[in-house]
């Protein structure tokens, strides 16, 4: 709470949250105190968007922290400026569901309330969204999935400059929790004060939501991150870390069987396994796309454990459901046999089989590469495939996992001239 807002008794503030029409749960409450930061970091589900906006919308609701007809001014700021309007404003738990007089204006990029207070949205993406921090200033920042910010020390350094607004100016943080430096600097600053939460600690979170969150999740080191709200460290030597992973949605065209993703190219690429039998390993099996936008969208992990014609068969539903141009197979471990399994299921499917005469580092490094400098999106979490990214060092571990093979073999064929090319890197269509 701000500091006029700390001290209004606690009766007074819970008649707030009744007009608004919204009670929130312990762990969704500000702390009291004279903190300038309040971080909730939280598992997915928790109820950090909630959390943020009911904040947000008491602050508003509050004594005014300026004088005259704007008594406040606050940066809604989202990993893209499309996350601060679809979720943080719009959302179902957004600043609009929680206070129904306030009013958002696209052109702007502006919110309005009832007493004139207004909040400007703010992204976290691009160069530009560093600049549109440049001149504001704000009395109150809601930073939503800071640390899914890929600009996030820039905008962080030009954002408090312009945090000078009124007695108390504060910065609330709503957040899945990743190992980004500047994330962690905060959490330790004395005048910051974190509240953690589960995605079990929210009870209106449907049973059916839960176990779906805990079902994709289960067993990988991303569980105690993405639903335990813990930080989770990088693995030193891992050719790909968490902050490089980015959600963000592929772009969309409308056609007469609904919306589907906007892509020049979309193949899917397989790693078979090199026997069948029960203790064989996966199957990699990576649906990905480029984007009309020139970006890497990796759509879909159908990775599996099973039989030749059950992963060729796996292969090529995932080619029809994406409608894919072709399949990426690769033929160390079968050769010619691997092209057969698949036209075994159907004789229709284009499939480039393609040889490495390389290492496995050497091939991944480039698409890392790309990570890096955020040329790759990942619009739906893919838990299997990246906690093997996360944990795969290649300096120690010999072999690489099969998930991050396929997903080596899809952005290579999308993204990359060809980088190994020669008599023995890569066979044409099969």
């Known amino acids: 709470m701000t500091a006029a807002l700390a001290s209004l008794p606690v009766e007074r503030l819970r008649a707030i949250d009744a007009a608004l029409g919204w009670i929130p749960e312990t762990h969704q409450m500000a702390p009291a105190g004279g903190w300038t930061y309040w971080l909730f970091v939280a598992g997915r589900g928790a109820g950090k968007t909630d959390a943020g906006a009911h904040y947000v919308t008491q602050h508003v609701a509050g004594p005014p922290c300026l004088d005259g007809p704007v008594p406040h001014r606050v940066a809604i700021a989202a990993p893209t400026l499309g996350d601060a309007r679809m979720t943080a404003v719009k959302g179902d738990s957004g600043l609009l569901a929680h ?6 204006v696209l052109m702007d990029g502006e919110v309005t309330w009832a007493n004139g207070s207004t909040g400007r949205i703010f992204g976290a993406f691009t160069p530009e969204d560093v600049e549109r921090w440049r001149g504001p200033q704000h009395c109150l920042v809601w930073a939503d999935e800071l640390a899914a910010w890929r600009y996030l020390d820039e905008c ?8 000078r607004l009124g007695e108390k100016p504060r910065v609330i943080v709503t957040t899945t929790g990743k190992p980004r430096k500047m994330l962690k600097s905060l959490m330790a600053r004395p005048d910051a004060v974190v ?15 839960r176990d779906a ?87 879909a992990d159908e990775s599996l454990r099973g039989s030749p014609n059950q992963w060729a068969s796996a292969a ?29 299921v159907d004789p229709n499917v284009p499939v480039k089989l393609v040889h490495a005469s390389q290492g496995k580092r050497t091939r991944a490094e480039p698409v890392a590469a790309r990570y890096e400098q955020g040329r790759v999106r990942h619009p739906i979490p893919l838990p299997g495939l ?45």
């Open 213 to 299: 969150l805990y079902d994709l999740y289960r067993g990988t080191r991303l569980e105690r991150q993405e639903l335990g709200g813990d930080i989770v460290e990088d693995v030193e030597g891992a050719l790909w870390s968490a902050g490089q992973i980015l959600r963000v949605p592929y772009p969309i065209q409308r056609s007469s069987e609904g919306d589907v993703p906007a892509m020049r190219r979309i193949v899917v690429a397989v790693d078979p396994a090199v026997t069948s039998r029960a203790d064989s390993d996966e199957t990699g099996i990576v649906v990905a796309g480029i984007g009309i936008d020139g970006y890497g969208y990796v759509l």
């Open 99 to 104: 206070d129904r007089s306030a009013r958002f």
């Open 156 to 163: 962080w350094d030009m954002m408090r400059l312009g945090l």
């Open 386 to 430: 990246e906690e093997q990214m996360l944990t795969w060092d290649p300096a120690r571990d010999d072999d690489s996992p099969d998930r991050v093979d396929a997903l080596v073999w899809a952005l290579t064929e999308l993204l990359l001239a060809n980088p190994w090319s020669g008599a023995n890197a890569m066979s044409g269509v099969a």
């Open 195 to 209: 509240t953690r939460a589960t995605t079990n600690d929210n009870p209106h979170l449907s049973q059916g939501v």
């Open 316 to 344: 090529v539903r995932a080619f029809h459901r994406w409608r894919a141009d072709r399949i990426v197979a690769e033929s160390n471990n079968g050769g010619e046999m691997v092209g057969l399994t698949i036209r075994t």
